[in-house]
């Protein structure tokens, strides 16, 4: 038996922690043992049962964790290898990592750098992963630092919160929209320049308004996004990560056929294996592991059912680390 956050529903849904038979883990060529987890936006949705995430019952959630292979029947990985899992559908369709054990496939798995712990991984979890993709999508289209002002919407949660300590790093002037003004010298401290208040962003505006980002990064999405296109400078690239603020995009082709503005899609969930360790790899060389602490709460296994309704009532700052064991 091991202690599993399970999400279960019938006529009635319910998510509670309590203990599971190990022979009711799914197919899988590698066992793990989860030390370290997360909370994420979507894990959020799940166990809150406020979005259509999990599309088989009964769940474990947790589309992300780390920790060290039990078992294993695939070449790449052997018993004792320390591992970080993010998405591949873990959380919606396969049982996830919000638990002591998880049977995964050997092919979702990437080895943890060694610049990180398992705990340090998990305070980066997807969110990080996510903004770093975006880094990269900046930086594939040929935005560099000098260029001019990134924008980094959705700023204190979790992809926001990395995004802006990694182009701060990277040497980019980051401006930080967050609805949060209490949280400006946390973003400062993280290496955004400047802050501004998310209204500017949020209500619906003109479709073509005057030039402003080099680059954005986007975790929010709808009018936000539609804006945040509208004032992107000529050649400049958008990397679109989220839906916080919803899935609508209303806007039109003015910025893309006028200024030759880039939307570049950011997907974390299905991204290829080598773009994933690509990108872990980068994290281990451009986040500061000291920023992290700065960035972190930490919660037992027992207290991520709360800990997921406080996040989505935006009453969470940057990430929610879960220790498992």
Known sequence: MFQALLLEKSDTFTARVQPVDESALPAGDVTVRVDWSCLN???????????????QWPMVAGIDGAGVVLESSHPGWQPGDAFVHNGWGVGETHWGCLAEKARLKGDWLVKLPAAFTARQAMAIGTAGYTAML??????????????????????TGGVGSVAVALLGRLGYTVVAATGKAAEGDYLKHLGASAVIDRAELAAPGKPFQKERWAGVVDAVGSHTLANALAQTRYGGVVAACGLAQGADLPTTVMPFILRGVT????????????????AWDRLARDLDPALLDTMIEEVPLSGAIDKAHALMAGQVRGRVLVRIG
């Open 263 to 278: 939307l570049a899609g950011v997907d974390s969930v299905m991204a290829p294996l080598a773009r994933r360790q690509r």
């Open 134 to 155: 975006c880094v990269m999508a900046l930086e594939d289209h040929g935005v560099k630092p000098g260029a001019g002002e990134v924008l980094v919407t959705g700023a």
């Open 41 to 55: 936006y979507k894990d959020g949705l799940a166990i809150t049962n406020k979005g259509p995430v999990v599309r």
